[in-house]
């Protein structure tokens, strides 16, 4: 149990493009979602949090206009780089939390971004 | 700000050797601990969790021992096998619906 996926798992993009990518809970509703980058050889960075039917928490630094989150559902969020550039390449890597008041939060397999 | 830290960046091992990991963090108030490990090009994966009520929990050829007074997580790997290679993640739950990771330590296993 506990799956969470993405959707695509590497995508190429011509600068000033936007791209979208999904996080799905596959068999279990997710009241939080987390979405990180990761750079090469570098820790996961938190993005922003969102929950479901609310807006997103962004943390300090990550511009919000450019990184559109939606939680429309409880097993599905989305993060839409808009306007992407070179320096937005990195790996995006969602999780997940149930609503049952574990801690726990499980990770999609990521999703690779290269802008061209 | 608070933060979670690893003390080695890379750590080699022979097969079969166990390994142990160790982790730093440096918010007190934090009351849940993961381990985590990521292969090249995948997401985390969890391995391990502990509370803070606790000071050593195992799993199958894993055990996590947290020593709140020195703020002290480690890992510790079994008879380390090929497959256990990866880099290896510590993170802090903060309390705030947040995680907070460490910066990560590779572990090569050498046969």
């Known amino acids: 149990g506990a799956v969470v996926s993405q959707h695509p798992s590497w995508v190429i993009c011509k600068s000033g493009t936007s791209v979208k990518i999904e996080c799905r809970s596959l068999?279990?509703?997710?009241?939080?979602m987390f979405w990180y980058r990761q750079f090469p050889k570098q820790s996961l960075m938190l993005m922003a949090t969102s929950n479901e039917g609310s807006k997103a928490t962004y943390e300090q630094g990550v511009e919000k206009d450019k990184f559109l989150i939606n939680h429309a559902s409880l097993t599905l969020s989305t993060l839409t780089v808009t306007s992407a550039h070179p320096e937005d390449s990195s790996f995006y890597i969602c999780?997940?939390?149930?609503?049952?008041?574990?801690?726990?939060?499980?990770f999609g397999p990521g999703t690779r971004l290269t802008v061209l | 700000g608070e933060s979670v830290g690893l003390h080695l960046p890379t750590l080699s091992v022979q097969e079969g050797d166990n390994s142990i990991i160790n982790c730093a963090y440096s918010?007190?108030?934090?009351?849940?601990f993961i381990w985590y490990k990521q292969e090249s090009g995948k997401g985390p994966q969890f391995i391990i969790d502990i509370r803070s009520n606790m000071d050593k929990r195992q799993g199958q050829r894993v055990t996590v021992l947290l020593n709140k007074t020195v703020k002290h997580l480690s890992l510790q790997i079994a008879a380390t096998q090929p497959g256990d290679s990866a880099v290896y993640f510590c993170?802090?739950?903060?309390?705030?619906?947040?995680?907070?990771f460490g910066t990560g330590t590779r572990l090569k296993v050498l046969a």
């Open positions: 993170a802090e739950w903060a309390g705030t619906y947040k995680y907070i």
């Open positions: 068999d279990f509703q997710a009241t939080t």
């Open positions: 918010n007190s108030a934090s009351d849940y």
């Open positions: 999780s997940a939390k149930d609503g049952t008041g574990t801690d726990t939060q499980y």
